[in-house]
């Protein structure tokens, strides 16, 4: 570089700096309400994190809000240990079961033979719980006890353990012996338990004859709900809200119809669904046939018999209504479902809103697979008791069932009577189910067996 330039190239940097010294003062002297330029974007960033974070706390506590039941009762109720079903046997015992299927009832297996000489226990006079079955009673042998399931050996005569009567009531039993009951093909395990003395008047209060039995108690909430769970035996629905109610089955077992035509469309051509034809001399519908009567429902033929329960089952303390619905065409079952609403808050003629239903029992009729019985009467499923173990205000209902898909299709039923926590998202199992074979113990005999 010429010497003579040197001045101008030192000049022309310092006028360049002068410039970005001069910039950055300025910007740091911006008087932004919120502070400079760069106090400001720090701001920016942890304002846009707050709201991040307040976001996601706030799906958080809608998704515990929405089901309350399924994310916290069921974590209280499991404290609690298995709630197994408990059944009326006379006016001081209950009887529940433990473990079903514990063999076949006329094989002659290990547990037939380790049972030494079984004694009949005396049945009552009169069956309080019919829909159990548990009315054939049988104490096996002392000696035995060592073949016998974990549970059955770790629970001995004088144990105590709490039978949930109702939504508001939970009292002492004793367990008196183990005892085992035919349960149509098989043998269920279980126990008679004895009602203390002092818990008759609670006991005999109760006009049900189907509980809840856990061997320990069930954690509580904290605080309590004062919500009343209910049977709201005197609820009536008015001719509007019945009208409405009708409006809403039949819309939407149209487009449940739809969804299961589509689904029997679609695998009409699947092996399944072409090596197994219906048993010979049954006169229930095929495929044609089915998709034929569904274009009878679409078009609204078919006609409509159901019947309304109500029941305060949440902290909201609205009533939700239990519907069950049968369609029938020519005299013939042609669609079944359950249905849950919530009814109209306030007027007693505001509309009640469809929460959810369940169909399975008419994808089961148009599989072939559901006994020939279903439907017949209003009886394929029935809230038999409910109750509020944890105090949360959130019901535990009992349920009995008839099973869509029984071990011999198209033959006996087999029903199932099952604990299930409510939400209004639908119902959440327990996992402590009862199911009962209504197989005629003929029917069990296998010649095969020497």
Aim: proline share 8%.
């Amino acid at each position: 570089m010429r010497r003579k330039n040197r001045k101008w190239v030192a000049l022309a940097v310092g006028v360049y700096l002068f410039i970005l010294f001069s910039a950055y003062r300025w910007g740091t002297e911006q008087r932004i309400p919120e502070g400079n330029i760069f106090v400001r974007l720090q701001r920016e960033g942890i304002r846009r994190q707050a709201e991040e974070r307040a976001r996601a706390a706030a799906q958080q506590a809608q998704q515990q809000e929405q089901q309350p039941a399924a994310a916290i009762g069921e974590r209280r109720l499991s404290s609690g240990g298995p709630a197994y079903i408990a059944a009326r046997y006379d006016a001081t015992h209950v009887v529940f079961v433990v473990t079903t299927d514990a063999e076949s009832r006329f094989a002659n297996f290990p547990f037939r033979r380790s049972s030494g000489n079984p004694t009949r226990i005396p049945a009552p006079a009169k069956l309080s719980a019919p829909l159990a079955g548990l009315d054939e009673l049988w104490e096996p042998d002392s000696h035995s006890l060592h073949f016998f399931p974990k549970i059955v050996q770790q629970t001995h005569a004088g144990d105590q353990w709490w039978l949930s009567v109702s939504s508001d009531s939970t009292i002492p039993v004793v367990v008196e012996r183990v005892v085992f009951a035919p349960t149509g093909c098989s043998l269920a395990l279980g126990f008679l338990a004895s009602v203390p003395a002092e818990q008759q008047p609670a006991f005999n209060a109760s006009q049900r004859d189907y509980f809840l039995i856990r061997s320990s108690t069930v954690e509580s909430a904290d605080p309590p709900t004062n919500a009343h769970i209910a049977d709201l035996t005197a609820w009536k629905a008015s001719p509007a809200v019945s009208r409405l109610i009708q409006q809403q089955l039949n819309a939407r077992m149209k487009d449940e119809v739809a969804k299961i035509d589509a689904r029997l469309i679609s695998n009409a051509g699947s092996p399944g669904a072409t090596s197994l034809p219906l048993p010979i001399g049954d006169a229930r519908p095929r495929l044609k046939e089915w998709l034929h009567a569904d274009q009878g429902l679409a078009h609204g033929e078919g006609i409509l018999d159901y019947d309304v329960r109500a029941f305060r089952l949440t902290p909201d303390g609205a009533p939700r209504l239990f519907v069950r619905a049968r369609w029938t065409l020519a005299d013939a079952t042609a669609f079944l479902m359950t249905a849950w609403f919530e009814a109209g808050p306030g007027h007693p003629d505001a509309s009640p809103v469809l929460l959810w239903t369940d169909t399975t029992w008419s994808l089961a009729l148009r599989e072939g697979e559901a006994p020939v019985s279903v439907g017949d009467r209003l009886d394929f499923q029935s809230v038999l008791n409910e109750f509020d173990a944890d105090h949360d205000g959130w019901a535990e209902l009992l349920i009995h069932s008839v099973d869509a898909r029984p071990p011999q299709p198209m033959q006996a039923a087999s029903t199932t009577l099952a604990p299930y926590l409510y939400t209004d998202k639908g119902l959440v199992p327990m996992k402590a189910a009862f199911r009962r074979d209504s197989r005629p113990p003929q029917s069990c005999l296998d010649t095969s067996d020497p």
